[in-house]
T-cell receptor, first 113, second 115 residues
Framework: KAGVTQTPRYLIKTRGQQVTLSCSPI?????VSWYQQTPGQGLQFLFEYFSETQRNKGNFPGRFSGRQFSNSRSEMNVSTLELGDSALYLC????????????FGPGTRLTVT | AQTVTQSQPEMSVQEAETVTLSCTYDTSENNYYLFWYKQPPSRQMILVIRQEAYKQQNATENRFSVNFQKAAKSFSLKISDSQLGDTAMYFCAFMAGSNTGKLIFGQGTTLQVKP
């Protein structure tokens, strides 16, 4: 069974632009969570989606948003990029919200210049 | 609010020896789950081991085992017969039973296995 895939793997954007990252969960997994990893703040939870609904949201500004499609694939969007948004963005999937194990994708490395 | 603390930023161990990574957490929940994840230089986060808080028996996965002390809110990871491939950053993580889908991570411990 294929693992979690994330595209693109690397991205360079300019301050003020917006970006969309994609995550395809493991086949059969319906819950997708997103995390931001930076050297200063570590790993921080962004949000979680299940059945196309956002179930949980971390403490991030409204510039960070996401959505989930009927096939469980998820996207996250960051608008008006700031230098501090440079990070590794990790997506994780699990079969459903009641399943506590999460399986991570390889991440998208976003650099904002 | 739940917090996870890893007090050892860096550790090293000789190949074939045993090393223990420490983790403490704080929560008022009674139902929760604890995890150790490994992140090698490739940055791929890999689940190493998990522990359900309601289980008294410590989890074991091959060379990896945990020492779960619920009253002390401690969750350490022991790696036996360390291998060069164990070199990675290790994260302790917490998930509340009432809030599945959200992992709270510690700051991580960088482990280097020396030949």
């Amino acid at each position: 069974k294929a693992g979690v895939t994330q595209t693109p793997r690397y991205l360079i954007k300019t301050r003020g632009q917006q970006v969309t990252l994609s995550c395809s969960p493991i086949s059969g997994h319906r819950s997708v969570s997103w995390y931001q990893q930076t050297p200063g703040q570590g790993l921080q939870f962004l949000f979680e989606y299940f059945s196309e609904t956002q179930r949980n949201k971390g403490n991030f500004p409204g510039r960070f948003s996401g959505r989930q499609f009927s096939n469980s694939r998820s996207e996250m969007n960051v608008s008006t990029l700031e230098l501090g948004d440079s990070a590794l963005y990790l997506c994780a999937s699990s079969p459903n919200p009641g399943t506590y194990e999460q399986y991570f994708g390889p991440g998208t490395r976003l650099t904002v210049t | 609010a739940q917090t996870v603390t890893q007090s050892q930023p860096e550790m090293s161990v000789q190949e074939a020896e045993t090393v223990t990574l420490s983790c403490t957490y704080d929560t008022s929940e009674n139902n929760y789950y604890l995890f150790w994840y490994k992140q090698p230089p490739s940055r791929q986060m890999i689940l190493v081991i998990r522990q359900e808080a309601y289980k008294q028996q410590n989890a074991t996965e091959n060379r990896f085992s945990v020492n779960f002390q619920k009253a002390a809110k401690s969750f350490s990871l022991k790696i036996s017969d360390s291998q060069l491939g164990d070199t990675a950053m290790y994260f302790c993580a917490f998930m509340a039973g009432s809030n599945t889908g959200k992992l709270i991570f510690g700051q991580g411990t960088t482990l280097q296995v020396k030949p």
